[in-house]
């Protein structure tokens, strides 16, 4: 797939040859505590091309959060350990100064979160915030301008024009949330992330908020990644799905592929939690245990101790993400992913679109 | 058996509870809201004119948006609010009245499950305490270590094992799966006839949710409890009721078997809601119904249906009469103009 961004005005043509539009290379992210350090993120390698739409799902304390605050730098410095390597559209994130910083969000990489709508300000005017917000990035834009991009954008999320006259007071939540997808938009944003933006919402907002996501997806062509806990918003929004469990990646896959046929134990267990909602009923079962301390995880794959599926070497070693097809059966056996050469990032290898990379002993996760 | 979801509704025609024309109005501020007459007041109406009624052992689904009036009716049920009007019988029996002479037999009989666990318990006391205090008041059992043995049993029945380990705990020292297991533990002790639970899983990660809800189901099917399960996440609803009940604005909207209702909404709401659900097979594509808005504060709601103003195939007589009842037949009743009897 060539990767081709349509951004706004000084409409660029990204030529990325074929490289993920965001990569993520062996990030780690741990939280310093007074009992020591909490590894949040352990080794996560992630790819999303252009024009994808990732859903990331696991349970809380699963580290997905704190996956994307990482991405846009949002961690506070002096809590945290950040290891590994972000490249958005090849501008090295956890190393770029903090005017570039500035630069990218919002303008290429865009939020929203599950409380979005406690970030706007209570005594001004929905109008006044969507003002403000614009000239952050556009300092010499007419209000003419402005108005007519945020009109546009409100009309795409299902709000009325008069919304802008109003205090966020005077709005509902679904509203609000509605609100903050349509600032999040503002600047056409080459990468937009939900980080559980419409879990709290009612089930018929959610539904049309999802929709629209869907149709923004389609037609200004946005790379978005959703997180969340509920598979099955990822697979009515998303193509591709990242299976997150104590900060590792137990499988990433296409949607299709990874929700009907799981290779993953913990996958599995996920997906045997939920009830269907139309055919046959089944049994649905748990997952036993609980995450582990992630202060002293476990020696070997992180989710052994509540696997039902452990094997001795589960309990001994970490399992190396490992590329298979769609039977089950190893694929690319000899491929690790990660950085290679200390500084040559152009040589990393990362899965090819549409690979269904699984960490587990079971599917060739025994090191190359 | 433990619960796998059965969808035979139970075979005693024995009726433990039934809810007649239960309303509870709110008296809301004129000044705040700039509605009303002088003097006739104006009311949120959280719930307005509901009926329904529950057999022995079945699990009845209560769905909805927020603010439709879902919690509101379970505290009703219980008898946590006194009902404006209507009347709520417990096995023939009239609830108020039945509250008013003997408290404590009425509580023994119907219990409530509440969402957030971190909030059911008094963190002061350990979990012997907690459950053996309504043994004790109930004069179950004739000495504390009989009552404990009593509640090991309970723990260990609902999976929290070993149980002598999680006696001598505090909540604080539970996970939020195992201190909504000890919440249901505690409602189910006395073998209620009836229990609500409101929202009881949607706090939990969905590894955890499994369990609650078959230790629900389980429990459910021992003592044969009747549950009015109430939340917004229809998969589950379907999951663990035999039965589903769709509230809009204070009122029953749709009422049927679980999975009738769910394979064939009748109700424009309804069928909004469910087509709006996401399923967890993405090889399911289904387009979502689009409806106007969010629901309104119930204020003086009607005269028409009052789900009129956000209906996607209204006509001119949903506007000026609230439908009446239309049975389609195997217990599923419907309110809606446009649904042909």
Same mark, same amino acid.
């Given at each position: 797939?060539?990767?081709?961004?349509?951004?706004?005005?000084?409409?660029?043509?990204?030529?990325?040859?074929?490289?993920?539009?965001?990569?993520?290379?062996?990030?780690?992210?741990?939280?310093?505590?007074?009992?020591?350090?909490?590894?949040?993120?352990?080794?996560?390698?992630?790819?999303?091309?252009?024009?994808?739409?990732?859903?990331?799902?696991?349970?809380?304390?699963?580290?997905?959060?704190?996956?994307?605050?990482?991405?846009?730098?949002?961690?506070?410095?002096?809590?945290?350990?950040?290891?590994?390597?972000?490249?958005?559209?090849? &501008?090295?994130?956890?190393?770029?100064?903090?005017?570039?910083?500035?630069?990218?969000?919002?303008?290429?990489?865009?939020?929203?979160?599950?409380?979005?709508?406690?970030?706007?300000?209570?005594?001004?005017?929905?109008?006044?915030?969507?003002?403000?917000?614009?000239?952050?990035?556009?300092?010499?834009?007419?209000?003419?301008?402005?108005?007519? *991009?945020?009109?546009?954008?409100?009309?795409?999320?299902?709000?009325?024009?008069?919304?802008?006259?109003?205090?966020?007071?005077?709005?509902?939540?679904?509203?609000?949330? *509605?609100?903050?997808?349509?600032?999040?938009?503002?600047?056409?944003?080459?990468?937009?992330?939900?980080?559980?933006?419409?879990?709290?919402?009612? &089930?018929?907002?959610?539904?049309?908020?999802?929709?629209?996501?869907?149709?923004?997806?389609?037609?200004?062509?946005?790379?978005?990644?959703?997180?969340?806990?509920?598979?099955?918003?990822?697979?009515?929004?998303?193509? *591709?799905?990242?299976?997150?469990?104590?900060?590792?990646?137990?499988?990433?896959?296409?949607?299709?592929?990874?929700?009907?046929?799981?290779?993953?134990?913990?996958?599995?267990?996920?997906?045997?939690?939920?009830?269907?909602?139309?055919?046959?009923?089944?049994?649905?079962?748990?997952?036993?245990?609980?995450?582990?301390?992630?202060?002293?995880?476990?020696?070997?794959?992180?989710?052994?101790?509540?696997?039902?599926?452990?094997?001795?070497?589960?309990?001994?070693?970490?399992? &190396?993400?490992?590329? &298979?097809?769609?039977?089950?059966?190893?694929?690319?056996?000899?491929?690790?992913?990660?950085?290679?050469?200390?500084?040559?990032? *152009?040589?990393?290898?990362?899965?090819?679109?549409?690979?269904?990379?699984?960490?587990?002993?079971?599917?060739?996760?025994?090191?190359? | 058996?433990?619960?796998?979801?059965?969808?035979?509704?139970?075979?005693?025609?024995?009726?433990?509870?039934?809810?007649?024309?239960?309303?509870?109005?709110?008296?809301?501020?004129?000044? +705040?809201?700039?509605?009303?007459?002088?003097?006739?007041?104006?009311?949120?109406?959280?719930?307005?004119?509901?009926?329904?009624?529950?057999?022995?052992?079945?699990?009845?689904?209560?769905?909805?948006?927020?603010?439709?009036?879902?919690?509101?009716?379970?505290?009703?049920?219980?008898?946590?609010?006194?009902?404006?009007? /209507?009347?709520?019988?417990? @096995?023939?029996?009239?609830?108020?009245?039945?509250?008013?002479?003997?408290?404590?037999?009425?509580?023994?009989?119907? @219990?409530?499950?509440?969402?957030?666990?971190?909030?059911?318990?008094?963190?002061?006391?350990?979990?012997?305490?907690?459950?053996?205090?309504?043994?004790?008041?109930?004069? +179950? /059992?004739?000495?504390?270590?009989?009552?404990?043995? !009593?509640?090991?049993?309970?723990?260990? @029945?609902? /999976?929290?094992? %070993?149980?002598?380990?999680?006696?001598?705990?505090? %909540?604080?020292? =539970?996970?939020?799966?195992?201190?909504?297991?000890?919440?249901?533990?505690?409602?189910?002790?006395?073998?209620?006839?009836?229990?609500?639970?409101?929202?009881?899983?949607?706090?939990?990660?969905?590894?955890?949710?499994?369990?609650?809800?078959?230790? =629900?189901? @389980?429990?459910?099917?021992?003592?044969?409890?009747?549950?009015?399960?109430?939340?917004?996440?229809?998969?589950?609803?379907?999951? +663990?009721?035999?039965? !589903?009940?769709?509230?809009?604005?204070?009122?029953?909207?749709?009422?049927?078997?679980?999975?009738? +209702?769910?394979?064939?909404?009748?109700?424009?709401?309804?069928?909004?809601? !469910?087509?709006?659900?996401?399923?967890?097979?993405?090889?399911?594509?289904?387009?979502?119904?689009?409806?106007?808005?969010?629901?309104?504060?119930?204020?003086?709601?009607?005269?028409?249906?009052?789900?009129?103003?956000?209906?996607?195939?209204?006509?001119?007589?949903?506007?000026?009469?609230?439908?009446?009842?239309?049975?389609? /037949?195997?217990?599923?009743?419907?309110?809606?103009?446009?649904?042909?009897?």
């Amino acid at each position: 797939m060539v990767a081709t961004q349509q951004t706004n005005e000084n409409n660029q043509c990204e030529e990325s040859g074929g490289r993920p539009l965001l990569e993520i290379l062996d990030l780690s992210v741990g939280y310093e505590t007074g009992s020591g350090l909490v590894r949040a993120v352990d080794h996560v390698d992630l790819s999303l091309y252009a024009g994808e739409s990732l859903g990331i799902v696991g349970e809380s304390g699963s580290g997905k959060s704190t996956l994307v605050m990482s991405v846009l730098r949002l961690l506070p410095l002096d809590k945290t350990v950040v290891t590994g390597t972000v490249l958005f559209n090849g &501008v090295d994130i956890l190393r770029c100064p903090q005017q570039e910083m500035a630069r990218i969000r919002w303008k290429e990489i865009s939020i929203v979160f599950q409380k979005s709508m406690n970030s706007l300000s209570p005594v001004h005017k929905v109008w006044e915030q969507v003002e403000d917000i614009y000239r952050v990035h556009a300092p010499g834009a007419s209000k003419d301008e402005i108005r007519e *991009r945020i009109l546009h954008l409100f009309n795409v999320v299902n709000l009325s024009p008069r919304v802008l006259e109003l205090y966020p007071h005077e709005l509902s939540g679904g509203m609000l949330q *509605r609100v903050c997808i349509a600032l999040s938009l503002v600047h056409l944003p080459k990468l937009v992330i939900f980080d559980e933006a419409t879990t709290a919402l009612d &089930v018929i907002t959610q539904g049309q908020i999802l929709d629209e996501v869907m149709r923004l997806e389609r037609e200004l062509k946005l790379t978005s990644i959703i997180v969340t806990h509920d598979i099955s918003v990822v697979a009515k929004t998303c193509k *591709r799905v990242a299976v997150m469990y104590a900060g590792r990646l137990m499988e990433v896959g296409d949607v299709g592929t990874v929700l009907v046929e799981p290779l993953h134990p913990y996958t599995k267990g996920l997906i045997s939690s939920f009830p269907p909602l139309t055919g046959t009923r089944k049994k649905i079962t748990g997952i036993p245990g609980a995450l582990p301390d992630l202060k002293a995880p476990p020696p070997g794959c992180i989710f052994a101790p509540r696997c039902p599926e452990a094997l001795k070497v589960c309990k001994e070693k970490s399992p &190396v993400p490992t590329v &298979v097809s769609r039977d089950g059966e190893e694929h690319l056996k000899d491929v690790k992913f990660g950085p290679g050469e200390s500084a040559g990032l *152009r040589n990393i290898q990362v899965p090819p679109i549409g690979a269904h990379v699984v960490a587990c002993h079971k599917y060739g996760g025994d090191d190359a | 058996m433990s619960g796998t979801g059965t969808s035979s509704r139970p075979t005693g025609h024995e009726e433990v509870l039934s809810a007649v024309e239960i309303q509870k109005w709110y008296p809301a501020r004129r000044q +705040i809201l700039r509605l009303g007459h002088k003097d006739g007041g104006t009311f949120v109406k959280a719930v307005d004119g509901v009926n329904f009624s529950l057999r022995k052992g079945e699990i009845l689904g209560v769905i909805g948006e927020s603010g439709c009036g879902k919690s509101t009716m379970g505290k009703l049920l219980v008898g946590l609010e006194v009902p404006t009007g /209507g009347k709520i019988y417990f @096995q023939g029996q009239e609830a108020t009245s039945l509250l008013k002479g003997d408290a404590k037999a009425f509580r023994r009989k119907a @219990q409530i499950v509440f969402q957030n666990p971190f909030d059911t318990f008094d963190p002061r006391h350990n979990i012997a305490s907690i459950l053996s205090t309504p043994l004790k008041i109930h004069g +179950i /059992g004739s000495s504390d270590s009989e009552r404990k043995e !009593i509640c090991c049993q309970a723990l260990e @029945q609902a /999976g929290l094992r %070993p149980a002598r380990e999680y006696l001598f705990r505090f %909540p604080h020292e =539970l996970s939020g799966g195992q201190l909504q297991r000890v919440s249901i533990v505690r409602a189910m002790l006395l073998k209620p006839l009836f229990l609500v639970a409101d929202e009881p899983v949607s706090m939990l990660d969905v590894s955890v949710r499994a369990d609650i809800l078959n230790a =629900l189901l @389980q429990l459910s099917e021992e003592s044969s409890t009747a549950i009015v399960f109430i939340s917004h996440d229809i998969s589950v609803t379907r999951y +663990i009721s035999h039965r !589903i009940a769709v509230m809009y604005l204070g009122r029953i909207v749709e009422i049927g078997d679980a999975d009738e +209702i769910i394979s064939h909404p009748c109700h424009p709401y309804t069928r909004a809601l !469910i087509s709006n659900f996401p399923s967890a097979d993405p090889r399911e594509a289904r387009e979502g119904i689009q409806i106007q808005g969010e629901p309104p504060t119930p204020v003086n709601p009607g005269p028409g249906c009052y789900f009129a103003p956000r209906c996607f195939m209204t006509s001119e007589e949903c506007l000026h009469s609230y439908p009446e009842e239309v049975d389609l /037949g195997g217990g599923h009743l419907v309110w809606c103009h446009m649904v042909q009897r």
